[in-house]
């Protein structure tokens, strides 16, 4: 566990794969640390020559939490108030990953607010990345807005337990998974447990959901990117609907989208090697605009 530094924010990080890969930086989702990055699909990464960090987002994991900006309410989340910081603070996090790493450019993949980070990112930073992957996102928190099972699911009462906070991440990959992919359910479970060991703080998932609701649409800054990019989305996906895919994909220019029918907002174990290959054809393309430059 290595830690970089954003002004007062702490990031916990890791990065794996062959000393002289190709960087990319995994960016995860909502409420979730860098351990629901699944094993698989790591390996899928690091197999195809890439060097890979991932780490935990502010109010998560073992970055820093931000306890004294309070838990936003219901009524905070309704009128799109933010937390006190916002994604373009998140992107920073993910910047001073790359900057803690001496990494000048990287392919950043993100997945559901990951993904929103991930876009933030590439338009304010933009030397900074060598290709974006935006799986289960969107450009506006008003597209692809879900589904209101989806989203009850999340605003649940805080677990009481360790137990409870393991049953209550199956509970709402049930909801939100895959219809057309089996759940891994032991993993979750294990990966809920070790993350309630490492920290629990439901008022800090809350603080990124409001980070999420008061965000600006980024499509306007996504139509001036000039980086191969890449959009993943799935057809039955409850929490960013299909739209927010089909978005993201239109204002970027020249993006590649790849839509999963049966797919709902997660990575299922069956299309984590097409994903992982489309990423890795989207940084061959990378490379060969660096050759067409030289």
Avoid: K
């Avoid at 990117?225 to 057809?235: D, I, Q, S």
């Amino acid at each position: 566990m290595r830690i970089a530094r954003h002004g007062a924010v702490e990031v916990a990080y890791e990065v794996e794969g062959p000393s002289d890969g190709e960087p990319l930086l995994l960016v995860m989702g909502l409420g979730l640390q860098m351990l629901f990055w699944p094993d698989g699909f790591r390996a899928e990464l690091t197999g195809r020559g890439f060097r890979v960090a991932r780490f935990d987002n502010r109010d998560v994991g073992l970055s820093t939490h931000l306890g004294a900006l309070g838990a936003p309410s219901p009524l905070d989340l309704a009128v799109r108030r933010g937390p006190g910081y916002a994604l373009a603070d998140m992107a920073g996090d993910a910047v001073a990953v790359l900057d803690a790493l001496g990494w000048e450019s990287a392919h950043v993949v993100g997945v559901s607010l990951g993904g929103m980070i991930a876009q933030t990112v590439a338009t304010a930073h933009p030397r900074r990345v060598r290709s974006l992957t935006s799986i289960s996102s969107t450009p506006s928190p008003r597209v692809g807005r879900p589904r209101p099972r989806a989203m009850v699911s999340l605003l649940r009462r805080p677990a009481a337990d360790r137990e409870a906070a393991a049953q209550q991440v199956v509970e709402v990959f049930r909801v939100i998974g895959s219809p057309a992919y089996p759940h891994d359910e032991d993993w979750l479970r294990e990966v809920a447990r070790q993350s309630y060991d490492r920290a629990h703080d439901p008022a800090g998932v809350r603080r990124q959901l409001a980070a999420i609701v008061s965000a600006a649409d980024r499509r306007p800054a996504l139509r001036g990117l000039r980086v191969p990019a890449l959009v993943v989305h799935g057809t039955a996906d409850p929490l960013v609907r299909l739209r927010g895919g089909l978005e993201t994909a239109r204002a970027i220019p020249d993006a590649r989208l790849v839509v999963h029918p049966g797919m709902g907002h997660d990575l299922p174990a069956a299309l984590q090697p097409a994903i992982a290959g489309e990423i890795g054809a989207l940084a061959a393309r990378w490379r060969d605009g660096v050759a067409g430059r030289s």
